[in-house]
């Protein structure tokens, strides 16, 4: 393995574990989303000044004013979305940021359809994403409050920035029985929050407060 993913020191697999070990006490149980998160090297995913504190529970900068969750919220919202089934075909990912949550999703389920505002970010992201050999993943660079309607309905959507309500748009393209895991509320107020839709309706779960970075119109 290529010693930049393999990891030494604060990066090491012992560094790994640990991480691990803390994920499982603050209650994630998915045998699956623990694992992957074991193995995917989160440090090549920031910058090497940051990367000492990729495994810490934290959130770091990366750049253009947008950050990469703690590991606990990439946790938290994969088990959350992976729990509506079983297996997951097509998944809506809304904010591919510097990659990180892309990788764990697209371990996990068939296709990760993924959009981006921000040009650069999206160019690091690829690259990184290519060094781990996923393939399974579509790339749009686009405006997010849009989704990406040619490839709906998605059995998931994972939004990583907060808007202040749950986009129509995206609800639109979630399938009957399919779930969405984003964070809803203005700055200092905002909630995790789990959406299923019915065959008529949805049903919304208030799940617990985070901090995201909000959830922006346009393009950069």
């Not at 389920?109 to 959009?115: I, L, M, N």
């Not at 690259?127 to 790339?139: A, E, P, Q, R, T």
Request: one cysteine or more; proline letters at 5%.
């Amino acid at each position: 393995m290529n010693p930049s993913l393999q990891g030494i020191g604060m990066t090491s697999l012992r560094t790994r574990e640990r991480m691990i070990k803390r994920l499982s006490e603050q209650g994630i149980s998915h045998q699956k989303v623990l694992a992957i998160m074991r193995d995917t090297p989160r440090h090549i995913f920031m910058d090497e000044a940051l990367s000492s504190r990729a495994y810490e529970d934290t959130a770091l900068p990366i750049g253009y004013n947008q950050t990469i969750s703690q590991p606990y919220i990439v946790a938290k919202m994969t088990e959350l979305l992976l729990r509506s089934s079983d297996h997951l075909g097509k998944v809506l990912e809304v904010g591919t940021g510097c990659g990180y949550q892309t990788a764990i999703l697209a371990q996990l389920v068939d296709h990760v359809y993924s959009v981006e505002r921000i040009l650069p970010l999206q160019k690091k992201a690829k690259i990184h994403l290519w060094d781990l050999k996923l393939k399974n993943i579509s790339y749009l660079y686009g405006d997010g409050h849009q989704g990406w309607p040619d490839y709906a309905p998605y059995d998931g959507i994972l939004a990583s920035a907060a808007p202040a309500e749950i986009p129509l748009s995206l609800l639109q393209q979630l399938a009957v029985g399919g779930v969405m895991v984003m964070p809803v509320g203005q700055n200092g107020h905002q909630t995790l929050q789990r959406i299923t839709r019915k065959s008529s309706g949805y049903d919304i779960e208030l799940l617990e407060a985070v901090t995201f970075v909000p959830f922006l119109s346009g393009k950069e």
